[in-house]
C-alpha cells in the first residue's frame, strides 16, 4: 500500500503569526527588561558559562501575569507543552526549559534588589507624562490574599486565668505596668502599634514587612467573621486608571 504525505495547512510561520507575540511585545516593550536583565546575568566571563536564557525567563515571568498562569510549575509545564507559547516568551529553539530552581534563583536575586520596584515607577512616570494616568484622588482600603502553602491548623489557646476582682495594689500596678513595656518593646515592628513606626525608616519598614502567612480573620458586609489563612494588603489605588500606585503587605493576623 502506496503512502500518501499530507500538504501542511500552515507552516511553522503562519502558525507563529497567528499567536500573540504582538501583544506581549506591546507590553514588555513599555518595560526596561534591560536594567532587569543585568541584575541577574552573570557579571563576569570567569567560571562556569551561562546556560540559561534569562532575557526569556523574565519575559515568561510578565506573560505568566498576562496569561493568568496561577504558578511557576504551571508556566514550566505550558512551555513544556506549548512550543509556540515557548516562542513567544523569547525561548529559542536550541534553550531547554527552565527548571523550578532555575526562576526560584533568579526570583530570589529580583527580591534582593530594588530594580522591579524601579521599573514600576519609570512606567507610572511615563504613563502620566503622556497622560494615561491623570487621577487628582487616591483611594486607600484593605483587602486579603489567601496562600497557596496548605494552611496549619489553628491552634487552640488556652483558656487564661480569671483576673482577680477589684483593683490592684499600687505595687501590683506598678510591676504590671513594668511588665507591660517589656512586652511591647519586644514585639517585632510591625506588631507594635502605629505610632511607634511613624519615625521609622521606609528601607527598614520594607525590610521588616513579615512575609510568612497567617490566619486573620475580618468581617464581611453581613457582620459575620471570615477567616482566611496568608497575608492582608493595603493598597493605595488611583480612583480613575485604578493604577497601584504602593501595594504595602501586612501579615494577615493584622486588623
Known amino acids: 500500500m502506496s503512502i500518501i504525505r499530507q500538504g501542511s495547512l500552515f507552516d511553522l510561520q503562519e502558525l507563529y503569526d497567528l499567536g500573540p507575540t504582538q501583544r506581549y511585545d506591546a507590553i514588555l516593550s513599555a518595560i526596561n527588561t534591560d536594567s532587569i536583565l543585568y541584575k541577574v546575568s552573570k557579571k563576569s566571563w570567569l567560571g562556569a558559562p551561562t546556560e540559561l536564557n534569562y532575557r526569556a525567563m523574565i519575559n515568561s515571568l510578565f506573560i505568566r501575569i498576562i496569561e493568568r498562569i496561577p504558578t511557576v510549575k504551571h508556566l514550566i509545564k505550558r512551555l513544556d507543552e506549548d512550543f509556540i507559547f515557548k516562542l ?10 527552565p527548571s523550578e530552581a532555575a526562576y526560584s534563583r533568579m526570583v530570589t536575586k529580583l527580591n534582593d534588589s530594588p530594580i522591579l520596584e524601579e521599573a514600576k515607577e519609570t512606567v507610572v512616570l ?7 494616568i491623570t487621577d487628582d484622588a487616591v483611594a486607600v482600603d484593605a483587602t486579603h490574599f489567601e496562600a497557596r502553602d496548605q494552611a496549619p491548623p489553628k491552634e487552640e489557646r488556652p483558656e487564661k486565668a480569671p483576673k482577680k476582682c477589684g483593683r490592684k495594689t499600687k505595687a501590683e500596678r506598678e510591676q504590671w505596668l513594668i511588665e507591660k513595656a517589656e512586652r511591647e518593646a519586644n514585639l517585632p515592628l510591625f506588631e507594635k502599634k502605629i505610632e511607634a513606626q511613624l519615625d521609622v525608616p521606609l528601607a527598614e519598614l520594607l525590610t521588616s514587612v513579615p512575609l510568612d502567612p497567617q490566619w486573620g480573620v475580618k468581617k464581611n458586609s453581613e457582620g459575620k467573621n471570615v477567616f482566611w ?7 493605595a489605588v488611583g480612583t480613575k486608571s485604578q493604577i497601584h500606585f504602593t501595594i504595602p503587605l501586612f501579615i494577615g493576623k493584622f486588623k
Open 126 to 132: 511615563q504613563a502620566i507624562s503622556e497622560g494615561f
Open 88 to 97: 513567544n516568551c523569547g525561548f529559542l529553539v536550541s534553550d531547554t526549559t
Open 229 to 235: 489563612y496568608g497575608d492582608k494588603a493595603h493598597l
